[in-house]
């Protein structure tokens, strides 16, 4: 968000935002949301009338002024990667983003977050990364290093909810989809409250986080967190909800102020 002298007047410019999913797919999806591009139209790249950037290490698509998408990979350290060259390369260009949106499908936890259903995150946390003892799983910060969560900005969760009607409460980040319902029953136990899981969320929040440029989740929930049924994952509901959601979405992250971020906090 960059200040502007226009006529001796202060004027503040919309923010500049990095959405970023997993796959194209996703990517394509949000950028329904903005301008029919990315439908069937054409030759099914998903990409028509958008403009795709190359960078060293990523490629974004400007899907409207100011808002450019990133399909970063599947897996917390690849959108790591990806979010971060895309991050250092704004800001090299003196154009750095304001706001990074970790977007995508997603598991969702029973009863609370049902297939079709939206999610924004207002902690993001990452479920896996720490050490199995024979006394139960130690947190990576309780092992004395690094960060399991990133808060999202109170304010900005706020709006994103109001707007698209979504749930809000913890996402979480593993790097194995669960698939029991064994598994799903001891992430309950340890994060009450979780109400659905990604792959890519913490690793997008670190990158966000590296740039100290803030950072939020929202995930339309293709498939219960439980026994795995991949055939009955709801893959196409969900990314017609997560066009929808960035229809409602667009708009007031635009007026929302990146400078109301200051009620966001790293655990
Ligand atoms: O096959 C397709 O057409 C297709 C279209 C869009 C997305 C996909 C994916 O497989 C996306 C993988 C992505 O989805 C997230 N995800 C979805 N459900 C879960 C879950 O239960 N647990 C964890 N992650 C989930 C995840 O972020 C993956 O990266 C396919």
Redesign the pocket.
């Known amino acids: 968000m960059v200040l502007q002298a226009e006529e001796g007047v202060l004027t503040t410019s919309s923010p500049r935002v990095l959405v970023a999913t997993?796959?194209p797919?996703?990517r394509d999806a949000v950028a329904r949301a903005f301008s029919g591009a990315g439908t069937k139209a054409g030759a099914g790249t998903g990409l028509e009338g958008l403009t795709e950037i190359r960078l060293p290490g990523a490629a974004v698509c400007r899907a409207a002024a100011g808002w450019d998408l990133l399909a970063a990979g599947?897996?917390p350290a690849r959108a790591a990667a990806s979010a971060a060259a895309a991050l250092t390369a704004a800001a090299l260009d003196g154009t750095p983003y304001d706001l990074v949106v970790s977007a995508?499908?997603?598991?969702g936890f029973a009863p609370h977050a049902p297939v079709g259903s939206l999610v924004v995150a207002d902690a993001i946390t990452v479920a896996d990364l720490g050490a199995e003892t024979a006394d139960g799983f130690l947190a990576v910060t309780e092992l004395g290093f690094g960060t399991v969560t990133h808060r999202t900005p109170e304010s900005l969760v706020r709006v994103a909810s109001a707007a698209t009607g979504a749930r809000t409460g913890p996402i979480l980040t593993?790097s194995t989809?669960?698939g029991t319902a064994a598994r799903a029953d001891a992430l309950r136990a340890r994060h009450p409250g979780a109400l659905a899981?990604?792959?890519?969320g913490f690793g997008i929040a670190e990158a966000a986080a590296a740039h100290g440029v803030p950072v939020l989740e929202i995930r339309a929930i293709?498939?219960p967190?439980g026994p795995r049924d991949r055939a009955a994952?709801r893959?196409g509901d969900a990314?017609t909800a997560l066009t929808a959601a960035f229809g409602n979405l667009a708009p007031v992250l635009e007026s929302w102020n990146a400078h109301d971020a200051h009620d966001a906090h790293d655990r």
């Open positions: 997993a796959v797919a996703e599947v897996g995508g499908i997603g598991g593993v989809v669960t899981e990604g792959m890519e293709s498939n967190v994952w893959i990314l």
